[in-house]
C-alpha cells in the first residue's frame, strides 16, 4: 500500500490566545482553534490547531485572539474517553508551518527588515 496525502491550509482568525503547556520531557506544544468564514456565508467553521517544540513557542509568544495567521499541517484525529467514560474524537490539525498575515505584524517586519538594511 502506497502512502496517502495528509495536508491542509489554513487562514483564519484565533478565537481566543493559545494556550501553552509542557510535556515531562519539557517539550513545548501550543493548542488554539481559528475561525474561518464561510465563503457567502455569516458562519464560520473551528478549527481546532496544535504546534509542537519551537514552533509551539513561537505561536505562544506572538498569537493572540483575534489576529489574522495561515496555517499548514496534517489533520490528526485522535480517540480518548471523557470525565464520564464516553468514548470521544478530537479532530485538529498538527502544524509545522505558520504564517502570520496582520497588516500590523508586517509593518513591525519592515521596520526590523529597514533598520537591519540601514546597518
Same mark, same amino acid.
Given at each position: 500500500? /502506497?502512502?496517502?496525502?495528509?495536508?491542509? !491550509? &489554513?487562514?483564519?482568525?484565533?478565537?481566543?490566545?493559545? *494556550? $501553552?503547556?509542557? /510535556?515531562?520531557?519539557? &517539550?513545548a506544544?501550543?493548542?488554539?482553534?481559528?475561525? !474561518?468564514?464561510?465563503?457567502?456565508?455569516?458562519?464560520?467553521e473551528? !478549527?481546532?490547531?496544535?504546534?509542537?517544540?519551537g514552533?509551539?513557542?513561537?505561536? @505562544?509568544?506572538?498569537?493572540? #485572539?483575534?489576529?489574522? *495567521? %495561515?496555517?499548514?499541517g496534517?489533520?490528526q *484525529?485522535?480517540?480518548? #474517553?471523557?470525565? #464520564? @467514560?464516553?468514548?470521544? /474524537?478530537? /479532530?485538529? *490539525?498538527?502544524?509545522?508551518?505558520m504564517?502570520?498575515?496582520?497588516?500590523?505584524?508586517?509593518?513591525? %517586519?519592515?521596520?526590523?527588515?529597514?533598520?537591519? $538594511?540601514? $546597518?
Amino acid at each position: 500500500m /502506497t502512502g496517502g496525502l495528509n495536508r491542509s !491550509i &489554513l487562514a483564519g482568525r484565533l478565537t481566543a490566545d493559545p *494556550v $501553552v503547556r509542557y /510535556t515531562k520531557k519539557e &517539550l513545548a506544544v501550543t493548542h488554539f482553534c481559528l475561525a !474561518i468564514n464561510r465563503v457567502g456565508s455569516d458562519n464560520a467553521e473551528f !478549527i481546532n490547531c496544535v504546534a509542537w517544540g519551537g514552533l509551539a513557542k513561537v505561536c @505562544g509568544e506572538f498569537l493572540k #485572539k483575534g489576529r489574522l *495567521v %495561515a496555517v499548514e499541517g496534517r489533520l490528526q *484525529v485522535r480517540g480518548y #474517553k471523557d470525565k #464520564k @467514560g464516553q468514548k470521544k /474524537t478530537s /479532530t485538529e *490539525v498538527v502544524v509545522d508551518n505558520m504564517q502570520m498575515l496582520d497588516s500590523k505584524f508586517y509593518n513591525a %517586519a519592515s521596520k526590523a527588515d529597514a533598520t537591519l $538594511v540601514e $546597518v
